[in-house]
């Protein structure tokens, strides 16, 4: 069935960067995603990647895509106070339907 | 990208009730989605509500417990019916603006007791 797995926990020293990885089942998906979803709050699309690319980038942000492993990986450079979240990755499946990982809890150390 | 609201933004609900939860949508779009986040979980998919269909439910969720109005293509409502504690959770909206981009709502917080 579809799975998506990630680690619960990130600890990161505020300044470097941050890795978070993520691997999932579907072989089909068509759309890979991070979200953010900051304390007491709703999810943030943070970014997509198309399952054709092997790598996307946005400002402070990097996504890798390796499709053979079906591993995802989000990388924070200069991770800040602010980007202290929980970071959801998910797999866009058939009808829109998005499958989301428990989530990694990014926490920053000052 | 799509602005979505949620009302209300939380709720505590006594044991046997039921709650509606209203979605907006700044614009109209096909297809919306209701998600449940239990306390430390991740997002799981209730439904699927399409204007103009009934909506579909996911494994676990059936149509009784959950009643989902869809009357146009900018609103949508999720019942949450005969309420137990552990209905206790966040749920949430969520649109697909185009066929990948897919935006939430900032959730309604339910507290069953």
């Known amino acids: 069935g579809e799975d998506v797995e990630q680690s619960l926990f990130l600890s990161v020293r505020e300044g470097d960067s941050s890795v978070i990885n993520c691997t999932y089942t579907d072989s089909s998906s068509t759309y890979l995603y991070w979200y953010k979803q900051e304390p007491g709050a709703g999810l943030q699309l943070l970014t997509y990647?198309?399952?054709?690319?092997d790598m996307k980038q946005d400002q402070r942000l990097t996504v890798l895509l390796n499709k053979k492993d079906k591993h995802l990986s989000l990388r924070i450079a200069d991770t800040q106070t602010g980007d202290s979240a929980i970071y959801f990755c998910a797999e866009g499946v058939r009808d829109d339907k998005i499958i989301f990982g428990k989530g990694t809890r990014l926490h920053i150390l000052p | 990208s799509a602005v979505i609201s949620q009302k209300p933004s939380r709720d505590i609900c006594q044991r046997g009730t039921s709650l509606t939860i209203q979605c907006q949508v700044d614009s109209q779009v096909t297809m919306m989605f209701w998600y449940r986040q239990q306390p430390g979980q991740s997002l799981t998919l209730i439904a699927t509500a399409n204007q103009g269909s009934e909506a579909t439910y996911e494994s676990g969720f059936v149509i009784d417990k959950f009643p989902i109005s869809r009357p146009n293509l900018t609103f949508s409502t999720l019942t949450v019916s005969n309420m137990s504690p552990e209905d206790s959770s966040i749920y949430l909206c969520?649109?697909?603006?185009?066929?990948?981009?897919?935006?939430f709502g900032p959730g309604t917080r339910l507290t069953v007791t």
């Open positions: 969520s649109v697909t603006v185009s066929s990948y981009e897919q935006y």
């Open positions: 990647i198309f399952s054709n690319m």
